[in-house]
């Protein structure tokens, strides 16, 4: 191959979105902190994967979302002692589906106002869920200072809260 046509190839752009990914059918048992992040991707389908995590771990959230659009969560189990989903700022059109939550915090829509200049959440739809246990069922939380980001449409519909502490959080 000659080489100019070689270094024609460190010239290709490098994606900085993952477009269209899959996760189906996963068992994760005890990671050391999140165990599924979504960054930065479009178009993500996980169904029917289950999360376990030791009743003494920390920061073990079960699935974290940020940055990210068009992001179906379907048919989960998540026994963790922290998040069961985590939702931060640049999330739009998150759908969440039939998951069992608990023990742990429940879903978290968090971090905002951590910047003065950062990307709202929008359009979050939590249905069919099942809240065993939890420290709380939806919970809104942000920083108690200036910021452009923002929370709109979110909605539950359907979800089942057994024994949670705090069915809805905003602070």
Wanted: charged share 15%; aromatic share 4%; glycine share 8%.
């Amino acid at each position: 191959m000659p080489k100019d046509h070689l270094s024609g190839l460190a010239k290709l752009p490098i994606p900085t979105v993952l477009l269209e990914p899959r996760i189906r059918s996963l068992l994760s048992l005890n990671s050391q902190m999140f165990h599924i992040v979504i960054n930065g991707c479009e178009n993500v389908n996980v169904q029917g994967v289950r999360i376990i995590a030791a009743g003494n771990s920390p920061n073990t959230d079960g699935i974290h979302v940020q940055l990210s659009k068009n992001v179906n969560i379907i048919k989960y189990l998540i026994k963790t002692r922290d998040d069961c989903i985590s939702i931060s700022p640049g999330t739009k059109n998150l759908w969440v589906e039939q998951v069992t939550c608990g023990p742990g915090h429940g879903i978290s829509i968090r971090s905002l106002a951590k910047d003065l200049k950062e990307e709202g959440v929008q359009n979050i739809t939590v249905k069919k869920t099942i809240f065993l246990g939890t420290q709380n069922g939806l919970r809104i939380m942000s920083w108690a200072r200036p910021s452009t980001g923002f929370v709109q449409g979110v909605r539950f519909i359907n979800s089942l809260m057994v024994n949670v502490q705090n069915p809805i959080v905003i602070d």
